[in-house]
């Protein structure tokens, strides 16, 4: 009768860990699926930031462009009086 007890009981401890270690899994990959996550955010937001700065050093050039292009035409119209 012991023997069919400590059997039993046995079964019931190694059922127990079991789920423990199976809850210990679970918490270490949904850790480590959001450590991912968070790192492609951060990849994400770093882009996004370079992105931006491109964005506004273009902005910049273009303006400073059109600027040296009115001015070389203003140019063009004084040589054409002037001649």
Do not use: C
């Amino acid at each position: 009768m012991t023997q069919i007890v400590n059997h039993s009981q046995f079964n019931v401890n190694y059922t127990k860990r079991l789920e423990q270690e199976r809850l210990d899994e679970y918490y270490v990959n949904k850790k480590r699926i959001q450590e991912h996550h968070n790192k492609k955010i951060q990849l994400t937001e770093l882009l996004l930031e370079k992105y931006w700065e491109e964005l506004a050093m273009l902005q910049t050039y273009n303006r400073q462009k059109q600027i040296v292009q009115a001015q070389a035409q203003q140019g063009q119209f004084l040589d054409l009086e002037v001649k």
